[in-house]
Structure formats: structure tokens, C-alpha cells
């Protein structure tokens, strides 16, 4: 299938969910999962009408979507895999957000980059909603002091929670995990009123049960671009 063709089955698919759930569509975003795959890839998906793209490390990113932003300047990228302190300041000047956020060190050296750049820069904190899974913030009480860390940088706009459902054909478990991840928001909302309007989880595998659960972005890869070969 043609990336246009995936784009377009994706996208009613991601309909079907929301009919289904009593949702709109226009509440669920798509973010194209472009990692591994190049340019030629993404420039495809771009002129099927994507416009948001997710990477998952910041040398690769920054090759393809430098060049891209330049003369496509409503392409917009975020970063979805675990990010090193030393590559901060790169994804920092890159990222449209940066999902993965998943400590407080990082936080505090986002911060301190984006006082300094004096631009700002959207975040979501991640949360290990699944025991199997290694990164993320393990419990809604640690989400809350990192929240805490958060917004005392005026730069950080804290924008909302992400997750990965375990990796497995269990349902429940894939369900489990993203109400983990709704009642945390929930909880979050309470203390933090206004930070958490985006609520990314969902991947190729279980993109529609996280609709069911309340999902506002997915991140698919697979089921646009076709197999990785990792
Ligand atoms: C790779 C990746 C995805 C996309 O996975 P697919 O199964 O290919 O849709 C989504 N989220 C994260 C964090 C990823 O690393």
C-alpha cells in the first residue's frame, strides 16, 4: 500500500474509532511516526495532507526535518523517544514538543536551555503506565512533582501526558495501562488546572482502544510507513 493509501485508511480508521466512542474526529490528531524511514518518506506523507510527524532520536531527526522545515514551514515534529541530557540543547531548537520527558533532571536542563534561548518550548511528561515498559514516571505523585518543576519554568509549557501500553495482544492490558494514564490527568487537571489538554497514547497495534479510552494524539508508524527493519 502507498503511503497516501495508508495515510487515508489510518485516518478513517481513526473516525470509526471516534464515531464509535461518541467522539468527533477533529479531537484526535494523527503524528505520522517517521523514524527510520527518510525524507522522500515524509515529503510523501506531507503532500497526502500530514502535517505532523514523530521521531524518535534527535541525530536522525534533525537530517531529515532541518531541511524539510525550510521550505515547508507548517511541518511540524515532536520527539517521542528517550532523550539524553547532552542532546537537549539540539532537541530543544528542533522539537515542536517533546513527548518524552520523562525526569526530573531533564526537566530542569529543558528549563534552564529554554530560559536561555528565550523561546518557549512544549512538553509532555511521560508516564510508565505498564510494568514492562523502562521509561517514564512511575506513579501520578511523581507526575505531580515534576508538574511542580515544570511550571516553575516559564518557557516549559507543559502540555499534557504520554504513554506506551505494554507490548502484547492482552486487551485488558493495553486498556489498564491507558486508564492508568486518564487518571492521572484527572488527578493532574484537579491540582494543575489547564496543562493537560493533550493526552498522547495509542501506536499501530492499539491506536483505536486508546481512542476508546480518550486518546487526543496517536503515534503510528507501522501502519503508515510500512515495516522497520530493527
Ligand atoms: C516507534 C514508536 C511509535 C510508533 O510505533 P508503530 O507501532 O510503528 O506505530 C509510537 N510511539 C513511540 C514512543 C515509538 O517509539
Same mark, same amino acid.
Given at each position: ?13 481513526? #473516525?470509526?474509532?471516534? $464515531?464509535?466512542?461518541?467522539?468527533? *474526529? !477533529?479531537?484526535?490528531?494523527?503524528? @505520522?511516526?517517521? /523514524? =527510520?524511514? +527518510?525524507?522522500?518518506?515524509?515529503? #510523501?506523507?506531507?503532500? $497526502?495532507?500530514?502535517?505532523?510527524? *514523530? !521521531?524518535?532520536?534527535?541525530?536522525? @531527526?534533525?537530517? /531529515? =526535518?532541518? +531541511? ?21 540543547? @539540539? ?27 528565550? @523561546? ?111
Amino acid at each position: 500500500m502507498s503511503i497516501t493509501k495508508a495515510i487515508l485508511r489510518v485516518r478513517e480508521r481513526i #473516525e470509526n474509532a471516534c $464515531a464509535r466512542s461518541g467522539r468527533s *474526529g !477533529e479531537e484526535v490528531r494523527l503524528c @505520522a511516526v517517521s /523514524k =527510520f524511514h +527518510g525524507a522522500t518518506a515524509v515529503e #510523501e506523507a506531507y503532500n $497526502a495532507g500530514q502535517r505532523l510527524f *514523530g !521521531e524518535s532520536r534527535v541525530q536522525e @531527526a534533525s537530517g /531529515k =526535518f532541518a +531541511g524539510l522545515k525550510k521550505t515547508r514551514p507548517d511541518i511540524q515534529v515532536h520527539l517521542i523517544g528517550g532523550l539524553q541530557r547532552n542532546k537537549a540543547k @539540539a532537541a530543544a531548537g528542533l522539537f515542536d514538543c517533546i513527548q518524552s520527558v520523562d525526569r526530573d533532571a531533564l526537566i530542569d536542563e529543558l528549563g534552564k536551555l529554554t530560559q536561555e534561548r528565550g @523561546a518557549g518550548q512544549a512538553i509532555l511528561l511521560e508516564m510508565r503506565t505498564a510494568e514492562a515498559s523502562k521509561s517514564g514516571f512511575p506513579d501520578a505523585d511523581a507526575l505531580c512533582r515534576a508538574a511542580e518543576k515544570a511550571l516553575a519554568y516559564p518557557e516549559l509549557a507543559l502540555s499534557g501526558l504520554m504513554t506506551m501500553a505494554p507490548f502484547t495482544n492482552d486487551e485488558k492490558a493495553i486498556r489498564r495501562a491507558f486508564r492508568t494514564l486518564v487518571t492521572a490527568r484527572n488527578l493532574l487537571e484537579a491540582r494543575f488546572p489547564g496543562r493537560w489538554r493533550c493526552l498522547s497514547m495509542g501506536m499501530s497495534n492499539d491506536f483505536e482502544i486508546a481512542i476508546e479510552e480518550g486518546a487526543t494524539l496517536v503515534r503510528i508508524g507501522t501502519a503508515i510507513f510500512g515495516e522497520r527493519d530493527v
